[in-house]
């Protein structure tokens, strides 16, 4: 299995910037995808962007295209989710996943961290 661990979340004032960081270890696979979801109070989980091995299989939830930067290390099985001109409609509890380029995200094949809690000020 994967383990994933995060980093960086915290609390910045709107305007703001953070980084979150997501390191995958344990019985990785070559072929992943790692990506970012959120989740607010009260509302469904939401798509924030995912990366393949290959750069060019990144993609953005509607809402922070533009905005969030998603990057990763293969090296070092690390994803990075580099977040700029945060505002409250921002604040959620951001996971980390990672898949195989055969499932889905909540299938079988995913895995989920353990969420970082990213709150904007306004």
């Known amino acids: 299995q994967v383990q994933l661990v995060e980093s960086g979340g915290g609390l910045v004032q709107a305007g703001g910037s953070l980084r979150l960081s997501c390191v995958a270890s344990g019985r990785t696979f070559s072929d992943s995808l790692m990506g970012w979801f959120r989740q607010a109070p009260g509302k469904e989980r939401e798509f924030v962007a995912s990366?393949?091995?290959?750069?060019?299989?990144?993609s953005y939830g509607h809402s922070v295209n533009g905005r969030f930067t998603i990057s990763r290390d293969n090296a070092k099985n690390t994803v990075y989710l580099q977040m700029n001109k945060l505002t409250p409609e921002d604040t959620a509890v951001y996971y980390c996943a990672y898949r195989n380029t055969y499932t889905t995200w909540y299938g079988e094949g995913g895995y989920w961290g353990q969420g970082a809690q990213v709150t904007v000020s306004s």
């Open positions: 990366i393949g091995r290959s750069f060019a299989t990144s």
